[in-house]
C-alpha cells in the first residue's frame, strides 16, 4: 500500500521561460502556463507513474534477499525506515543500519537481508502460497524531480532549489506544450497546396521518444 503524505507544489516540469523561447514568444500567457500544466500531466501519464516530487509513505514485501524495492523513483532521501506497518510498537532503523542503494531503481539494501514474507500453509507437508507475500515493512521516502522549488516545511525530506528534472523530461514536456498551445501536438510539419502531414510518433527527438527511457514496464 502506497499513501501521498505530501503532495507535489510543482505543477510543471518545464519553465515557462523555456516554453517562451522555443516559441518565439516576447510574452508569457494563461495558454502557454495551461500548456505546461497539461504536457506534465501527459508525461507522467506516458511513463505511468509520478514524476513530480513528492513524499510517500509504504509498505513493501521482501523476499530473502538484501535488497527492498520501492515502487516511486527516482528516491531522493528515505525519511523514516519501520519493522512494522505499526509505528506504536515498531522498530524504526538508524540511517547507518540500511542504505538507498539505486535511487533510480528504488533499491534500499541490507547488510542483515529481509526475510522472506511469503505465507506458509499445510496440505500434508508445508508449501509456500504463491505471491502471499506480507507487507511488514514501513517506509517514509521522498522521490521525484523538482524544478528549481525550495521548501523549508519539515514535511519534505530535502530542501533545495536544485533543478533536477533530466534535460531530456524537460524537452518532452516542453515539445508536447509547445505543440498543445500551437495546436499542432503530434504533428511535425504541415504544408498547405497540396496538403501534406507529417506526424511526429516515433524518432528520438519527438515527446514520446524522449520520454521513453523512463516509461515502467510491469513486471
Keep these: 500500500m502506497i499513501t501521498v503524505c505530501t503532495s507535489a507544489t510543482d505543477t510543471q516540469l518545464a519553465a515557462l521561460g523555456d516554453l517562451m523561447a522555443m516559441l518565439g514568444a516576447t510574452a508569457s500567457s494563461s495558454g502557454m502556463d495551461l500548456s505546461l500544466t497539461q504536457a506534465s500531466d501527459w508525461a507522467e501519464r506516458y511513463v505511468g507513474y509520478p514524476l513530480r ?57 541490507r547488510d542483515q537481508g529481509y526475510r522472506w514474507t511469503a505465507q506458509e500453509r499445510w496440505n500434508i507437508g508445508s508449501y509456500i502460497v504463491p505471491n502471499s507475500e506480507l507487507k511488514p515493512w514501513l517506509l517514509v521516502y521522498q522521490a521525484g524531480y523538482q524544478l528549481e522549488t525550495s521548501s523549508t516545511s519539515d514535511s519534505w525530506a530535502t530542501t533545495t532549489t536544485e533543478n533536477t528534472v533530466p534535460p531530456s523530461i524537460e524537452r518532452a514536456v516542453l515539445l508536447r506544450a509547445a505543440g498543445m498551445y500551437q495546436g499542432t501536438s503530434g504533428i511535425k510539419s504541415m504544408k498547405v ?11 528520438e527527438d519527438t515527446p514520446e521518444g524522449l520520454l521513453m527511457p523512463f516509461v515502467r514496464v510491469a513486471g
Design 53 to 109: 516530487r513528492q513524499v510517500y509513505e509504504e509498505t513493501v514485501a521482501s523476499y530473502g534477499t538484501q535488497r527492498l524495492v520501492l515502487s516511486r523513483t527516482p528516491v531522493t532521501k528515505v525519511q523514516r525506515f519501520f519493522n512494522s506497518t505499526s509505528t506504536a510498537d515498531a522498530t524504526e532503523f538508524a540511517s547507518s543500519e540500511y542504505r538507498l542503494a539505486d535511487q533510480g531503481a528504488g533499491f534500499i539494501e
Design 193 to 203: 497546396g497540396p496538403l501534406g502531414i507529417t506526424y511526429s510518433s516515433e524518432g
